[in-house]
Nanobody
Framework: QVQLVESGGGLVQPGGSLRLSCVVS????????MAWYRQAPGKQREFVAVIAMGGNTNYADSVKGRFTISRDNAKNTVYLQMNSLKPEDTAVYYC?????????WGKGTLVTVSS
């Protein structure tokens, strides 16, 4: 079955950096776009970034210029490099893939930005 496992979250000070990873199994990873979403306490889950099969990327306005999504097809892994982190980036971060029109999500990794 399709499985996604995120890692790399933690506590970081404002202005700091983190790199999240999401390892995917159960699908031909290289054939699918991969996305990152996040959900802050008391808020709805929101789109963060997406990377297409061919490597094209798109970002939410709130993270443009600070976050970078990338993928390593040999490792079935998608990354989210997060720089210049702000307290409002605090959230659980999830990766998502949509093979055959069905959404699959990981369990998330918590990112806390606080001094």
């Amino acid at each position: 079955q399709v499985q996604l496992v995120e890692s790399g979250g933690g506590l970081v000070q404002p202005g700091g950096s983190l790199r999240l990873s999401c390892v995917v199994s159960g699908i031909a990873f290289h054939l699918y776009a991969m996305a990152w979403y996040r959900q802050a306490p008391g808020k709805q889950r929101e789109f963060v970034a997406v990377i297409a099969m061919g490597g094209n990327t798109n970002y939410a306005d709130s993270v443009k210029g600070r976050f970078t999504i990338s993928r390593d097809n040999a490792k079935n892994t998608v990354y989210l490099q997060m720089n210049s982190l702000k307290p409002e980036d605090t959230a659980v971060y999830y990766c998502k893939v949509t093979p055959g029109g069905m959404n699959y999500w990981g369990k998330g990794t918590l990112v806390t930005v606080s001094s």
